[in-house]
């Protein structure tokens, strides 16, 4: 009896584990992924919880934004002329068929403005501002330079996220307009000056098509997104661990991580700003 | 105190005192924790059981914002250093002061000028960290921690990886820091010369645990196979000090 039983009891045991164990293993990367979601809300919630308090530092703010928004400057605007460019060759080239292409500067003006501006810009963010906030932060954790602050009265999430999170979301639109600007710039020189379309034309459909809400969409997704992008790399360099390699893992993940976010997020925001502004209005 | 990153536990019920004003030594084999013990003094890190007090508070019990004023009372020298690598070794030092005191630039400037020469380092304020050698950038550390004038001091293994006349030159500093500012000093050490050099207190940690706890003497003499072994060494490394050359001289 006493031998059978406590036989059973552990197999028992270890069954149930084994079950458990499965289970948990079934639903691990969506726990994960909670868990991953839940951990960049919280970083942001602290971070927002500093905003308030003093000490404010106006230093770190001015070097982060400069950092996303002055830093980033040539690279956006080389992709908003070539972007601007590249979608007036096509939309001419297919609009002429039916004799539409004198509608190219409000076409491209309202894709460029609305989607193409905010997307491409913060893609182009989430490699370098991403990448670039993911390595640093990521460099002073495992180097102990965040214990170090912590060891010296300073909150790492004060001195290190908050500034740029807040530079992300202040500077990506900023971003957007430029290249908004740029690209239209780009599109008149193909569509007019090198396709020979009329001048007119083009800026009588861009300021029908264009208006004041379509350029708002675009700088209200540049401020969600550049918050995104640079919250994720912070995120990710903030709990990195593990030497160089760990480092190196951040920065993917935050690459990778911010710009699926982007465009998962635009479909939703792209919905919620319908809703507010809708078509027709 | 209990401490293990995943499952790997690295402190299994440390119990340890640290003597106020004292220099308190903690001994022990690489990988033993030491690090990760003393990074729970000032709240670095949590502890999965146990707690931490000072002065009678259990520092695992602050609010957040108590706990900045409470991490202002501590200094710590990092292992490596761990200086702000976008800063310069003027801005590094000075950068307590401009968090936590009211002084003008130029103020600062002398107080980070003074700290810098007197380890050593006059000359080296524009450069930065990338530029300096591990000995140097460990001494800026120990000058950025010891412009704040803090009440507890915490070494983690000043003196690895400088050269004798520097090491020489750390150990008296730490002992006079501790004589004139009365403050506690809590130092990792793998020197046995300079361990016996500035320990009034040494505590020995192996396999997560304190397995002895003394003064020097005691340990000098300590019949605990491991102690023997680690202390023993202070013989070949031939650097016994002064005060302790004498008392065994003394009976011959
Ligand atoms: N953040 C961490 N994550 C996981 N494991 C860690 C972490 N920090 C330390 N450890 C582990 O804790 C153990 C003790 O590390 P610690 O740095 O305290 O050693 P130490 O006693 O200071 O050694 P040394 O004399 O070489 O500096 C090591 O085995 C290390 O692998
Ligand atoms: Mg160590």
């Known amino acids: ?281 | 105190m209990c401490k293990a990153f995943g499952k790997h536990e690295v402190l299994k019920g440390v119990d340890l005192d640290i003597e106020r004003g004292k220099v308190n030594v903690i001994l022990g084999g690489s990988g033993a924790g030491k690090s990760v013990l003393v990074k729970h003094f000032m709240l670095l890190l949590r502890a999965d059981k146990g707690g931490v007090w000072v002065d009678g508070t259990n520092v695992f019990e602050l609010g957040p914002k108590e706990l900045t004023g409470f991490r202002r009372k501590f200094g710590m020298v990092f292992q490596f250093a761990a200086l702000f690598d976008s800063l310069t070794v003027e801005d590094n030092c000075a950068f307590p002061l401009r968090e936590h005191t009211s002084k003008s630039q130029s103020e600062i400037a002398d107080i980070v000028a003074d700290r810098l020469e007197a380890l050593g380092l006059a000359g080296t304020q524009k450069k930065f960290p990338g530029e300096l050698s591990g000995g140097m950038r460990k001494r800026v550390g120990l000058a950025r921690a010891l412009v704040l004038q803090p009440e507890i001091l915490i070494y983690d293994e000043p003196t690895t990886g400088l050269d004798p006349i520097a090491t020489l030159n750390v150990d008296e500093m730490i002992m006079s820091t501790a004589e004139r500012f009365k403050v506690t000093s809590v130092v990792i050490s793998h020197y046995m010369a300079s361990v016996f050099r500035i320990a009034q207190r040494v505590s020995m940690l192996r396999d997560g645990l304190i397995v002895a706890c003394g003064s020097p003497d005691d340990f000098l003499h300590s019949s605990d196979e491991y102690v023997h072994t680690f202390v023993s060494t202070a013989g070949v490394t031939g650097g016994a000090s002064p005060r302790q050359e004498e008392e065994e001289t003394r009976p011959r």
Request: proline share 4%; hydrophobic share 50%.
């Open chain 1, 1 to 281: 009896m006493a031998g059978s039983d406590s036989q059973g009891a552990p197999e028992e045991l270890s069954l149930r584990q084994a079950i458990m164990e499965g289970v948990r293993q079934a639903f691990a990367p969506a726990t994960g992924m909670l868990e991953t979601v839940g951990g960049h809300v919280l970083l942001g919630l602290k971070a927002f919880a500093w905003l308030p308090r003093r000490p404010f530092r106006a230093g770190t703010y001015v070097e982060a934004m400069e950092y996303i928004g002055f830093g980033s400057l040539p690279i956006v605007l080389l992709v908003g002329l070539f972007t601007g460019m590249v979608t007036a060759l096509q939309s001419v080239h297919v609009f002429r068929i039916f004799g539409f292409d004198h509608i190219v500067g409000g076409t491209t003006g309202v894709s460029i403005a609305a989607e193409l501006g905010p997307v491409l810009t913060s893609l182009m963010l989430a490699g370098r501002v991403g990448a670039g906030i993911a390595t640093e932060l990521g460099t002073m954790r495992i180097s102990e330079q965040i214990d170090a602050l912590e060891s010296m009265a300073v909150d790492p999430i004060q001195y290190l996220v908050l500034p740029r999170i807040v530079a992300g979301a202040l500077m990506t639109p900023i971003l957007v307009l430029l290249f908004f600007i740029i690209g239209m710039g780009g599109a008149y020189l193909v569509a007019v000056t090198q396709m020979g379309g009329d001048e007119g034309q083009f800026i009588l459909n861009f300021k029908l098509m264009v208006d004041f809400v379509e350029v708002t969409k675009g700088l209200i997704k540049g401020c969600i997104f550049g918050f995104t992008v640079a919250l994720i790399g912070c995120y990710y360099g903030y709990n990195a661990s593990g030497g160089g390699r760990g480092v190196g893992i951040a920065t993917t993940k935050a690459v990778v991580t911010s710009s699926v976010s982007v465009l998962v997020l635009d479909y939703f925001v792209t919905e919620v700003l319908l809703v507010i502004f809708p078509v027709g209005h």
